[in-house]
Structure formats: structure tokens, C-alpha cells
């Protein structure tokens, strides 16, 4: 499972309140990206890093932002979440030797 | 940005049969062709994938198969077992860690 974390597992809060979800990996490696996964649309990016400090967006970014203070953390935050972003997030991290993306083990996140 | 398509988007077939899905791309610049395999209630595993300098490539029952010119790839199922059923993903991605581009997934029942 290449050694990488979610936390929480689950979460349910209410419109209009922060959410950070965390993403963590053992490995040091070097990209790290959140998708969000719903029914008939698949995985789409959020945003990704490409190092600490260093993040940029994905497809589907407003609403979201990120943080990489340290190699194994990649925090992803909710400033006030909305219903539409009830979701299952995924965190990926990548080697940077190889294209090839490891996922997480996801956070269902349901906002009421 | 790269679009990737899935067909069909769900495939029901008999136990012992082989199952084929088909994926088409946009973006004649990308070189990286993973599949991923998500179990209910899983995260997505990658189960084999492939480079735009290699025309297909087999790991036990499963094969990929890529045909640039006409830009599609597909994976191929032999002699499918129930444990198969899972939603299938194709991606593609110009590689260097650049981003993936999904499709929206692939039901795949085996009927026992």
C-alpha cells in the first residue's frame, strides 16, 4: 500500500465549517495529489505537489486549498465546506522515478 | 487538457470468459497508459500499465494493447473469475509526473 495514510477515515459535518483532511506518507516521495471520486464522473485531480511548498491546481480546484510544510504531509482543506463537495477523497502520491500513482485508502466525507 | 473516454460502461460477462475495455484519448502528446482496479468500498489499485513505446503488454490474464495512430488503448480479461468484478479505470498522462487524466470508469460483472 506504499505506505500511505488518510485521516479521518470518515467525517460528516455541516455547511460552512473547515475541514482539513491529511494525507500521509512513510517513503519520502517527492508528488502527492488529492482526486475526489463520485458516481459518473470517475477521479478528478483537485491539486497536486511536486514538493514542499510547492502546489499547484487540478481540475477541479475552487472550493479547495493545500498545504505541504513537510515531504510526508499533504493536507487538503475545505474553508467552508458545501454539500456539493460531499465526496470520497483520495490521496495518490507518485515515486518520481516511475508515472506510476499509489492511492490511499480514501476519506468519505458527507456534508450535511 | 487531455480527455480520456471509457466504453462500455458496463460489461457483464460469463464466468470463464474474456472481457475487453476499450479506452480512447485526446492528447497525442501522452505516453503513459495505467489501469486501475477498484473494488467496492476500495481505493483504486494499479493492476498494469503501459508506455507509448510498447504496443501491448501482458501480466497473467490481463493484457493492454495500444494503438496510437488510432489513439485508443484497451484492456483485455482471459479466462475471467468472479473475484474480477470491480469498476475498472483507464488513464493517460504525457508522463514526468505529469498529470492523470481519467476516464469515468468501467462496471465489470462476472456471472458465476
Known amino acids: 500500500d506504499a505506505g500511505i495514510t488518510q485521516s479521518p477515515r470518515h467525517k460528516v459535518t455541516e455547511t460552512g465549517t473547515p475541514v482539513t483532511l491529511r494525507c500521509h506518507q512513510t517513503e519520502n516521495h517527492r508528488y502527492m495529489y488529492w482526486y475526489r471520486q463520485d458516481p459518473g464522473h470517475g477521479l478528478r485531480l483537485i491539486h497536486y505537489s511536486y514538493g514542499v511548498k510547492d502546489t499547484d491546481k487540478g481540475e477541479v480546484s475552487d472550493g479547495y486549498s493545500v498545504s505541504r510544510s513537510k515531504t510526508e504531509d499533504f493536507l487538503l482543506t475545505l474553508e467552508s465546506a458545501t454539500s456539493s463537495q460531499t465526496s470520497v477523497y483520495f490521496c495518490a502520491i507518485s515515486t518520481g522515478a516511475t508515472d506510476t500513482q499509489y492511492f490511499g485508502p480514501g476519506t468519505r466525507l458527507t456534508v450535511l | 487538457g487531455e480527455n480520456v473516454e471509457q466504453h462500455p460502461s458496463t460489461l457483464s460477462v460469463q464466468e470463464g470468459d474474456s472481457a475487453v475495455i476499450k479506452c480512447t484519448y485526446s492528447?497525442?502528446?501522452?505516453?503513459?497508459f495505467p489501469w486501475y482496479k477498484q473494488e467496492l468500498g476500495k481505493r483504486p489499485q494499479l493492476i498494469i500499465d503501459?508506455?507509448?513505446?510498447?504496443g501491448e503488454k501482458k501480466d497473467q490474464r490481463i493484457a493492454v494493447t495500444l494503438n496510437k495512430t488510432a489513439k485508443h488503448f484497451s484492456l483485455h480479461i482471459t479466462e475471467t473469475q468472479p473475484e474480477d468484478s470491480a469498476v475498472y479505470f483507464c488513464?493517460?498522462?504525457?508522463?514526468?509526473?505529469?498529470?492523470?487524466?481519467f476516464g469515468k470508469g468501467n462496471q465489470v460483472v462476472v456471472i458465476p
Open positions: 488513464a493517460a498522462s504525457r508522463g514526468g509526473n505529469n498529470r492523470l487524466a
Open positions: 503501459i508506455r507509448s513505446n510498447v
Open positions: 492528447d497525442s502528446a501522452s505516453n503513459y
